[in-house]
T-cell receptor, first 110, second 114 residues
Framework: EADIYQTPRYLVIGTGKKITLECSQT?????MYWYQQDPGMELHLIHY???????EKGDLSSESTVSRIRTEHFPLTLESARPSHTSQYLC?????????FGNGTRLTVT | AQSVTQLDSQVPVFEEAPVELRCNYS??????LFWYVQYPNQGLQLLLKYLSGSTLVKGINGFEAEFNKSQTSFHLRKPSVHISDTAEYFC????????????FGTGTSLTVIP
């Protein structure tokens, strides 16, 4: 079973703050992903990476940015948080065809 | 383009009764299909997957699913549910043609009633 860690689990911040959601995996997976999850909606892919120094935007437009300097680390940054960013953010990794997910970060922007 | 439709947003079922969670997909190419389960305040966990071969796939926790190419379906079944099966279930599809990007359904909330 893949080990993938997300911090923080819960975050409440004010509008305009800069935040970084952390995601790390210990399995050496090349592919990593960020999904946004809202109640009653499908998971939306917002960013993905196929390896170090590789990042792409997903299907859902997002004001966030990501970086992939190390294989195990794939942080997501919001330069200026807004209430519309309130959501659950799920990080995942894969080597083959199955995704392995972290426990998520639930973000609330007030 | 690929998409996944989960026909039931909520499914209540009594303990020890059978359950079927429905999933249909749309794709013009060969696909790989998955069911994930999400317990409260957790991420998604892989239940089972269909890549090729036998159309009946067995997964963890007594779940199984059947791939039906003609009906473009991948329904999830369990013959006897437990209270601990209460969770959100997501169907997902991917294919080589999409660069292995995954497309998820909107989820089915299974509630097992004692």
């Amino acid at each position: 079973e893949a080990d993938i860690y997300q911090t923080p689990r819960y975050l409440v911040i004010g509008t305009g703050k800069k935040i970084t959601l952390e995601c790390s995996q210990t399995m050496g997976h090349d592919k990593m992903y960020w999904y946004q999850q809202d109640p009653g909606m499908e998971l939306h892919l917002i960013h993905y990476s196929y390896g170090v120094n590789s990042t792409e935007k997903g299907d859902l437009s997002s004001e966030s940015t990501v970086s992939r300097i190390r294989t195990e680390h794939f942080p997501l940054t919001l330069e200026s948080a807004r209430p519309s960013h309130t959501s659950q953010y799920l990080c995942a990794s894969s080597r083959g065809l199955a995704l392995h997910f972290g426990n998520g970060t639930r973000l609330t922007v007030t | 383009a690929q998409s996944v439709t989960q026909l039931d947003s909520q499914v209540p079922v009594f303990e020890e009764a059978p359950v079927e969670l429905r999933c249909n997909y749309s794709s013009s190419v060969s696909v790989y299909l998955f069911w994930y389960v999400q317990y409260p305040n957790q991420g998604l966990q892989l239940l089972l997957k269909y890549l090729s071969g036998s159309t009946l796939v067995k997964g963890i926790n007594g779940f199984e699913a059947e791939f039906n190419k003609s009906q473009t379906s991948f329904h999830l079944r369990k013959p006897s549910v437990h209270i601990s099966d209460t969770a959100e279930y997501f169907c997902a599809v991917t294919s080589a043609g999409t660069g292995n990007q995954f497309y998820f359904g909107t989820g089915t909330s299974l509630t097992v009633i004692p």
